[in-house]
């Protein structure tokens, strides 16, 4: 994976845009699904409790809702629109599979192993990345101290570390 340059702003609002438009068609869908199945097959009456006694018809409504609306998204996230949203997703994907991975790399690189400190390097910068997009501030300091003392590590011991040398497939010696 290759790190690409996201413009701060453009992604919020494209972000902010897309949460807004899915939460309103799984709220429009649901009720046009619990609509429609309580005009075919819900009570007309009123029990003496005041229920309608058709709660299991609106709770399928809203599942059928949320399947259909995945089923949207699934399909539209291969739009041009999406590029900057899916490439931070699956940035963050890759996070939790470096995460899982992370106290073995760790162990690697303190033995200055080249891979090791490489996908340390991507996975701190790439970090940093997300955390701005995201408005996370309050731990890019730490980060930024770990991207610090990588690059001090790796100049020491003169590895040169490109990012753009990172692969995916690194992480399967882990």
């Not at 629109?81 to 890759?94: A, G, P, R, S, T």
């Not at 400190?117 to 970090?127: G, K, N, W």
């Amino acid at each position: 994976m290759k790190i690409q340059n996201i413009d701060k702003d453009t992604y919020r609002k494209k972000t902010n845009l897309v949460m807004v438009s899915f939460v309103a068609l799984l709220a429009a869908l649901a009720i046009l699904f619990g609509s429609i199945l309580i005009a075919f097959f819900g009570f007309e009456g009123v029990t003496e409790s005041g229920s309608t006694g058709n709660f299991h018809l609106n709770v399928l409504g809203v599942i059928l809702s949320l399947i259909a609306t995945s089923f949207i998204m699934n399909k539209v996230k291969t739009y041009p629109y999406f590029e900057d949203i899916m490439y931070v997703w699956k940035l963050k994907q890759l996070h939790h599979h470096i995460y899982r991975k992370l106290a073995a790399i760790k162990t690697k690189a303190e033995q200055n192993d080249h891979d090791s400190l490489l996908i340390l390097a991507f996975y701190y910068t790439t970090q940093k990345q997300v955390f701005i997009l995201d408005n996370n501030t309050l731990t890019i300091t730490s980060v930024q101290k770990n991207i610090n003392e990588l690059y001090e590590k790796a100049a020491e011991i003169n590895f040169g570390i490109d990012l753009n040398d990172f692969n995916i497939d690194l992480l399967n010696k882990y």
